[in-house]
Every structure is written in C-alpha cells, then in structure tokens.
C-alpha cells in the first residue's frame, strides 16, 4: 500500500503565540482594560485561535505547531493543553519569523505562520493558503490596520523581514514591494480585522457574540475523493452536484486522454495525477486531502442532496469506522431493482457496502488502515474488512444513484454473477490478480467501450488502451 506519510509533514502550521503576562501582553489595550484585564484578553484570544485550528492535526498531512514567546512550555501547557510548542529566538518579529521559516522548510513543502490577533481567522482560510502555496511563492493575509495577519513561504526568503517597519501601517505594502522586487509570485488572502488598540474591541465583541459557528467543523470538513479515467462524460454534473461550503473535491486522475481533466478542473475540482488504478488514484487523492472526513465517489455516481449532513451525523458517532449510501442504479428494469435488493440484503446481514455505494470515513481511521490495498480488484471490499476491526460499518437508508452503464455494456445476469462469483473467490482466498485475469476474460466477451475501458470497470484498462 502506497498510503503513508513519510517522517515529516508535508506542510507546517506556526502559530505565533505571546504568554499572557499582565503588562507585557497587549500592551496597547491597556489603558482600557488594565495590565490585567489586557493579559485576560489576550489569553482568551489565544484559546479562541487554538480551538479555530484544532482540526488540521486531524488531517494527517498538517502539523500544526505553538512558538511562543515569554513564559515557557511548561507555563504554556498548564494553561493551555498539550500541544507541540517551540520557542521563539531573540530579535525583533522578522528575526523570528525567518528563523522559524528556515526550521520547518527544512521538512516541508509549505510553511504558514499566524498570529493570535486576528478572530475571525479560520481553518478555512489556512486551508486555502496552503492550496495557494501550491503554485504561488508567498501568501500574504492583509490585515485592515496595513499589516498582515498570515504569511506562507514555499522556501525562506529572509529579505521579507530584515529592517521590516514592524507595528506600522506600512507592513503589507513594504512587503508586497519586496516580494516584486525578488520576483515572488503573490497570492492574496481576504482581508481580516486585527484586535491591537481599543478602538478594536467590538471586532472581539462581535466574534464572541457568534460563538465559533464559523468552526471548519461546523462548516463540514469533508474532502471527496473522484478517481478517473477518460469520464468526461460524467465528471462535471458530478462535482458540481456535490460542491458545498467547506468540501474540497479531489480529482485523481490515472491517464485520461479525453477532457476529463479540463472539465473537472472548470467544474471546481482539485486534479492531481496518480497511477492509473483504482486503489493507487484513490490513495493519491486522500493523500492530498486536508480535512478530518473522507468520501470516496465513483465519477458516475451522484449523492443525496443531504449527503454532507448524513455523512457528519454518521461520523460523529465515535463507534463508527466506516459509513456508505443505499445504491441505487440509474437503470429501469424489474432486474436491476432485485439487483439493488439484493444489495441491501448483503448489506443487511454481512454490513459489506461496495465502492459505488460512496464509502465514507474519518481521514484518521483510513491513515490508521494503510488505505487502500493496490490490488486489481475487490480494493473496496478489502477496506471495508479491514475497517470493520476498528468499529461498526453503518449503511445509511439514503441513496447514491450510479449510472447503470455498467450492466448495459455487461447485460444485468452476467454483471450481477460476475460481481458474485469475484466477491465469493476473494472472500476463499483466491487472490485478486487472478479474479481480475477471469473476469477481464469474460468481459472481453462483450463490446467494448470506444475509450478501451473494461465497461465492467471504468478504471481498468485493456493491455492496448493504456493512455501513458
């Protein structure tokens, strides 16, 4: 199995975070508030930044990290839980933040640092750094007071500090001048409210009167996963039938010689390369996944309107290692209605969903299992197994509707037996490259599809198809 992260994180998260000393924290508010009730403050913002990021641990790909300043890590855990924590050096705030950009590039692709004055800063919004990091050389957040409330780095470039005016309105632009000057390609974040003079207050009020209903958990989490091969036929209706607020699509793409690629990138998708396979495109693509909850989705298949609350009610239940829709074909015909029955008889008695029913989990438990196994056939039905040692497998009544292209190009009896007689030779031992010769041996009986694909499996090609 492919899926592994390696030693180190792929990408970094530096929160930049001050002890809340009475007289040293939020120097500026204390003609306000007093020494004490600025400390307060501030350590209240702290705990609010903390509890905004605390899912990207979840994600696997992330590590998010505390360098402070003052007090010490022992002072910081007492007061704030256990977390990686990493003190800041001497110097002013550029020195420090070179000198932390130059420790975690060393491991990582991508480095993003942000401060704890900033409320309304989301998990989201570090999402969407990153993601920029992919094809820009700096991210800048601008702060509405001339400075920034986030900066990410794909490689240190210390003359974005040295001399910097610090604590001026002039931050953002002296910046965006350098990053011109050394031919940096810059990509802009929205525009947040900084909380640093008492003027500033009612931005902190405001925020505490939402709560944290802008918590990325509230705003779903979920990362969906869409191999392909040559599906542009069904790509684009796909992703647009399931872009939501805060749900990344993922496209993993083995080869297509179509436009798949274009359409799903137009239609609002993540595409990434991956080798062509099932199994390997759907590992590649959780690899890449930054949020807490998976979603495997065939390109033909469509989900519920409510899927992204089924699927956050479903995880939430800790006893839960794995979730899948009801199937429904895209096919009329009293013979592909027994085919869905007896689907949910199998799931019944055996809880043993395939892939096309959109299987769904906690991106923790998949990293947990290895992913899925790079076998040609029957990858689904290995996860599930193995999946069903960590927890319950639960089947949700709602329906995912598939095309039933599949049983048009094979006929219903010979796709329903073929589908039994490989679930019943994996489950004997017989292994998976061996179904696999069987089964392309029987489907080559049939037409098949003008792209060269086994019409039994759109994602496994015939030896002379093979687009790369």
């Not at 210390?158 to 931050?171: E, N, Q």
């Not at 036929?233 to 607020?245: D, H, K, Q």
């Amino acid at each position: 199995m492919s899926f592994t992260m390696g030693d180190g994180a792929y990408e970094r998260l530096a929160i930049f975070a001050r002890f809340p000393e009475p007289g040293r924290a939020k120097t500026r508010l204390i003609p306000a508030l007093g020494p004490e009730g600025a400390a307060e403050l501030h350590a209240e913002m702290v705990r609010h930044t903390f509890r905004r990021m605390s899912d990207l641990d979840e994600i696997g790909r992330i590590s998010v990290e505390v360098w402070f300043s003052g007090g010490d890590a022992k002072r910081f855990k007492a007061a704030f839980g256990e977390r990686v924590y990493r003190p800041q050096p001497e110097g002013d705030l550029g020195d420090r933040m070179a000198y932390a950009f130059n420790k975690m590039l060393l491991d990582a692709c991508a480095a993003v640092i942000i401060g704890t004055d900033c409320p309304a800063i989301s998990e989201r919004i570090v999402l969407d750094a990153f993601d920029a990091l992919q094809d820009h050389d700096i991210v800048l957040g601008p702060a509405n007071d001339g400075g920034y409330y986030l900066i990410g780095l794909r490689k240190p470039v210390p003359d974005l500090f040295d001399g910097m005016p610090w604590g001026t309105s002039l931050v953002l632009s002296e910046t965006l001048a350098r990053a011109e000057q050394l031919g940096l390609v810059v990509h802009q974040l929205p525009p947040l409210d900084d909380v640093d003079e008492p003027a500033d207050l009612a931005v902190w009020e405001a925020t505490k009167s939402k709560g944290d209903a802008t918590n990325f958990r509230g705003e779903a989490g979920l990362s969906i996963v869409i191999p392909t091969l040559n599906e542009s036929a069904f790509i684009g209706r796909t992703i647009r039938s399931v872009l939501r607020p805060g749900v990344e699509v993922i496209v993993a793409d083995g080869g297509s010689s179509d436009d798949t690629r274009e359409i799903a990138s137009a239609s609002g998708a993540r595409v990434i390369d991956a080798p062509t396979g099932r199994g390997p495109q759907l590992n590649a693509g959780a690899e890449q996944a930054r949020t807490p909850f998976l979603l495997f989705l065939h390109a033909d298949t469509l989900l519920p309107v409510d899927y992204l609350s089924v699927v956050r009610c479903v995880l939430a239940d800790s006893d839960v290692a794995l979730g899948a829709f009801r199937l429904r074909i895209d096919r009329p015909g009293l013979l592909i209605r027994a085919v869905e029955l007896g689907v949910r008889i199998r799931g019944s008695l055996w809880r043993m969903p395939y892939g096309d029913q959109a299987m769904f989990m906690r991106s923790e438990c998949f990293r947990q299992l290895g992913g899925f196994a790079e076998i040609p056939l029957m990858e689904d039905v290995d996860l599930v197994h193995r999946a069903s040692a960590l927890g319950s497998i639960r089947l949700v009544p709602q329906a995912a509707i598939t095309s039933g292209r599949r049983w048009e190009s094979a006929g219903v009896l010979r796709m329903t037996l073929l589908n039994l007689s490989c679930a019943l030779g994996f489950r004997l031992g017989i292994p998976s490259q061996k179904l696999a010769a069987w089964r392309d041996h029987f489907s080559r009986v049939r037409v098949q599809s003008k792209t060269g694909q086994d019409p039994l499996n759109p994602l496994r090609c015939t030896p002379n198809s093979r687009t790369r």
